[in-house]
């Protein structure tokens, strides 16, 4: 029998490495049991707070450039899905990159046989952050009883895909800052501003009206499109096939500049300890 | 303490106030960031707050405030917000605790709280400094919603009641921080707290526009004074007799927010075992 071979990067081995880390993560965060259901009940208040400001709008009108209540609180819940999914798999993985980069461990990372960017952004699995993530699901489908809609199954696949390729989107962009920390020492400073912009995702693109900031937010940094179009996949408000094409297409092209700037980075990188 | 000995104490946290401000200006360019960074959720609130005003017509008016008036709420939460907001200090005084630092104010004839004051002052003096370029140039572009102040009293009653506000919330995150002589990890506490502050101090929207039992209830806690206080008077939504009682309470509840931190201090050092130091 042959061992497998340094550098395999198969789908298969990644899933068993994965699998390893998920192990590590659950041992880690059982061991301050507390603290875990604490960080919970922390992210379910931000959450509600959402909610509540949303709904103390809709107590003054009933309708938000053509949002109705229960549309912007499917909204709202899209919104936090994706971020609690872009928290379990990356948040806090990325945001050590540069702890890395300073402290020289990333030397290490670079020696072990297996791809390095799967390993810095996959390295620690944030468990509190998929409970969280259920929560935003229960809101979205209470939300759907609401709007009194029965999405097809095709309608699911599609929001599914787009939720992958705004989760993509986050990633890439929030990879591409990170890689700055090569360079600089701010870089966490702009991840927090990345993710300050989560805010604007979860509100109703259509109260936008048109200008630099709408185009910049939506064809540059597409956060007026990361969660709205999956909600109008679901809630039939999709006005034209170019929006799917639109989120879809931005998410490949940040994917792709994210990879080539981090190859670029690694290829100037020269260790801490040199 | 005897009165000669006034003068050298207020030197002593001057002198704290100085190191403060040297150390906060390495974190100038951060703090540039974060609030232009900041400016951007701000606008997205203010695009959608637009369109609900321009649905429902010309004119009209949400709980009591006209569009300018609305924009111009949103605008003074930024500013106040830069001015008050804590922004290392709990993780600092935790992390102190934590770490046994703390033991190195015991034996020095310094008031930890005084030292931490000095430094939350400084702080507040740098990034207000600093986030005034962004945030001066933002008012710029919405100045034709930004209303005046109301009058000399809307802007002395202002100034007032804000650096009241920055007690306020200075003593609450310093009470909170001291929560670290008990429990390991404060920063959920420190969460949860903020969220509650974030909604209940008006930063989210002006109170006057929930419910009014629901705004009733939060007048009862400190939070409005942190916020949306300031900037009623601001606005002028508060004159005459409501002004004098509010400020009175604000006084109250800055008073009792002193009376809490120095409390939790004191049970806090009689249950410190000085980890590490």
Known sequence: MRPPSPRSNSPARLLSLYAAMWRNSVTREMSFKANFLLWIVVELLWFALQLAFMSVLYSHTDSIAGWSKWEVVLLVGCSNFLQQLFTAFFLTNLTDVSEHIRTGRLDFMLLLPVNTRFLVSLRKVDLGAYINAACAVGVMVYALHRLQLHPTWLQYAGFSVLCLSGLLLHYSLTFLLCAIAFWSVRAQGFIYGYYNLFNIARLPDSAFPRGAFKAFFTFGLPMLVVSNVPTKVLANRLESPWELALALGVAAVWFALSEAFWRFSLRHYTSASS | ?277
């Open chain 2, 1 to 277: 303490m005897g009165r000669a000995g006034c003068r050298p104490q207020v030197r002593k946290y001057l002198h704290v106030f100085a190191i403060g401000i040297q150390n906060t200006l390495v974190y100038r360019v951060n703090f540039l960031f974060r609030a232009a960074f900041g400016l951007i959720p701000l606008t997205g609130t203010l695009f959608v707050w637009r369109t609900i005003y321009r649905e429902k017509g010309e004119g009209v008016s949400v709980g009591g405030y006209a569009l300018a008036s609305m924009v111009s709420y949103y605008l003074l939460v930024t500013v106040v917000d830069a001015m008050t907001a804590v922004a290392e200090d709990d993780w600092q005084i935790a992390a102190d605790i934590r770490d046994g630092n703390i033991s190195q104010f015991l034996l020095k004839p310094l008031d930890y709280l005084a030292y931490r004051l000095s430094l939350y002052l400084s702080g507040r003096l740098i990034y207000t400094t600093v986030a005034m370029v962004p945030v001066a140039l933002f008012l710029l572009t919405m100045r034709a919603d930004l209303l005046p102040p109301a009058g000399w009293t809307g802007i002395l009653g202002f100034a007032f009641s804000v650096v009241l506000a920055g007690l306020l919330q200075f003593f609450i995150a310093y009470s909170m921080a001291l929560l670290a002589f008990w429990v390991l990890d404060v920063s959920t506490f420190i969460f949860i707290q903020f969220a509650f502050e974030y909604i209940a101090s008006g930063h989210l929207f002006p109170l006057d526009i929930l419910p009014p039992t629901l705004a009733a209830v939060l007048r009862l806690t400190p939070y409005p004074y942190l916020c949306y206080f300031p900037i009623s008077i601001y606005l002028g939504r508060v004159t005459g007799v409501d002004l004098m009682q509010g400020l009175l309470i604000q006084t109250g509840w800055v008073i009792a927010g002193y009376g809490l931190a120095r409390w939790m201090w004191h049970r806090g050092i009689r249950h410190y075992s000085a980890a590490g130091g």
